[in-house]
């Protein structure tokens, strides 16, 4: 175990197995330095957590949103270990994107992303700085509250 997925535990997670992939597509793909997401859903132990009921956010399911971005952020991060090895690799988030499935007039997205950024932060330190678009969409796979999409940048060789 390495020292990121030390700071996850710490954190009070666990970094999950790499999620399965629901269709011709790969859940990351390494290109030179850079690894990209496909979109990671907020599914834990295999079912799709939505604490607050499955579908759309609104401001009282705000807080079940927050987490819910970061159990996607964890599904990111596996399957950015699953073509690293590691995630001691990364060397720089780059970019996160959170879709939200809102309700009409939510526009607090960008508090809904603070879920995963704050992880973030909180187990990559200042390499976990990023860039990020929080979108409000009308509906997204399999009636989920949220999509995340991340892109780092790795070192060349671990170790």
């Known amino acids: 175990m390495g020292i990121i997925e030390e700071r996850i535990i710490k954190a009070g997670f666990v970094l ?3 999620p399965t992939v629901a269709g011709l597509y790969t859940a990351a ?3 030179g330095n850079f690894v ?3 979109g990671q ?4 132990d295999g079912k799709l ?6 579908g759309k956010v609104n401001e009282l399911r705000k807080d079940d949103a927050f987490l819910a971005a970061k159990i996607a952020l964890l599904n990111a991060l596996a399957a950015i270990k699953s073509v690293t ?11 996160l994107t959170l879709y939200v499935a809102s309700e009409k007039f939510f526009s607090s997205q960008h ?10 932060h909180e187990i990559f330190d200042e390499r976990g700085v990023h860039t990020r678009s929080a979108l409000g969409v009308a509906e997204l796979p399999l009636g989920a509250s949220l999509e995340l999409e991340l892109i780092v940048q790795c070192k060349s060789h671990i170790g």
């Open 85 to 95: 090895g590691s995630l001691d690799c990364i060397e720089k988030i780059v970019k």
């Open 36 to 38: 990209y997401t496909s």
């Open 16 to 18: 999950p197995q790499m």
């Open 111 to 120: 508090l809904v992303a603070n879920g995963a950024s704050s992880l973030l």
């Open 29 to 31: 793909i390494r290109t």
């Open 49 to 54: 957590l939505e604490p607050g009921g499955k």
């Open 41 to 44: 859903l907020p599914i834990l």
